[in-house]
């Protein structure tokens, strides 16, 4: 069974830094594209980041040139550093093995003065 962790979340100023973490079993890691979703409160959840299984990247517009996606397939990890943070990507996010239709918990991101 897929399971995905996410980690490194917490509360951090405007224009702070966080890098979450992911790490995923029950799939052949290197295999899978995984995505980096995030919801707000009252909001649908969103697409912001996603790495296919030859580290191409893509993004959504409002993240470009401040979040980067990464992985590990060594640590079945995908990461998510985050700089340069404004009060607008607060929010739960998660991580996904894309098509597979499972998410983990979540690690909450708050940017607050």
């Known amino acids: 069974q897929v399971q995905c962790v996410e980690s490194g979340g917490g509360q951090v100023q405007p224009g702070g830094s966080l890098r979450l973490s992911c790490v995923v079993s029950g799939i052949t890691f290197s295999r899978y594209a995984m995505d980096w979703y995030r919801q707000a409160p009252g909001k649908q959840r969103e697409l912001v980041a996603g790495i296919t299984s030859d580290s191409t990247t893509e993004y959504t517009n409002s993240v470009k040139g401040r979040f980067t996606i990464s992985r590990d397939n060594a640590k079945n990890t995908v990461y998510l550093q985050m700089n340069s943070l404004k009060p607008e990507d607060t929010a739960t996010y998660y991580c996904?093995?894309?098509?597979?239709?499972?998410w983990g918990q979540g690690t909450q991101v708050t940017v607050s003065s």
């Open positions: 996904s093995a894309r098509y597979t239709g499972h």
